[in-house]
């Protein structure tokens, strides 16, 4: 059984196009967050929900929009994708509270976007 | 602002002992971890410290010191496995993870 699973791995489109990735965890973890990782391999935080509450909401293109509909999946969507756009987005899955730094994140494998 | 800096890269022998340092500002600390991530994988949990002094778990121990706002990962017996990406990150006030750049360390036979 995966645990943080994301859909789909890879993701080829054009520029200007609407795209969604999808991510469920089956862990009953509260929180989930979403990753961009640049070419560099820089980890940024994007975005957090705990209990389909938005919690965290970094400096982001409003492009992109995520979306809890309950507390087991997170879903991201981006419109009129940008070349800047391409990464690898990853979505993880934490226990709240302080149970997230002793326990640690767990990350899906990944979503690479690639914007042509 | 928020920032974690460590070696970009590091070189080791099959069988060595490496450590990754990590020193760190954040407005707020709540404490430091340490994830692991292989070429085209997912970053993997590898530990947390809380408090000052050495936490151990198998090969792997991690150390933080609060007041030199400073950490480092010591990873022993280095198998060629242990090639990968290592990230800390800084839990912050708001319960945020900053990551680090990363520190790819490369295992030689």
């Known amino acids: 059984d995966t645990a943080v699973s994301q859909t789909p791995k890879y993701l080829v489109t054009q520029m200007g196009n609407d795209k969604s990735i999808k991510c469920e965890q089956n862990?009953?973890?509260?929180?989930m967050y979403w990753y961009k990782q640049d070419s560099k391999k820089f980890l940024k935080i994007m975005f957090s929900y705990n209990n389909k509450e938005l919690i965290i909401n970094e400096t982001v293109p409003n492009r992109f929009s995520p979306k809890s509909p309950d507390k087991a999946h997170l879903n991201l969507h981006i419109n009129s994708l940008e070349l800047g756009d391409s990464a690898v987005y990853f979505c993880a899955s934490s226990l709240g509270g302080t149970g997230q730094a002793n326990y640690g994140y767990t990350f899906g494998s990944g979503t690479r976007l690639t914007v042509v | 602002g928020q920032s974690l800096e460590q070696p970009s890269e590091v070189t080791a022998v099959e069988g060595a002992i490496v450590q990754i340092n990590c020193t760190y500002q954040t407005s707020g600390f709540y404490g430091l971890s340490w994830y692991q991530q292989h070429d085209g994988g997912a970053p993997t949990f590898l530990s947390y410290?809380?408090?000052?002094g050495l936490e151990e778990t198998g090969r792997f121990s991690s150390f933080l010191s609060r007041s030199d706002s400073y950490g480092y990962l010591l990873l022993q017996e280095l198998q060629m496995k242990d090639s990968a990406s290592y990230f800390c990150?800084?839990?912050?006030?708001?319960?945020?993870?900053?990551f680090g750049s990363g520190t790819r360390l490369l295992v030689r036979p």
């Open positions: 990150a800084a839990q912050d006030s708001s319960y945020k993870l900053i």
């Open positions: 410290n809380a408090l000052d």
């Open positions: 862990l009953g973890h509260d929180t």
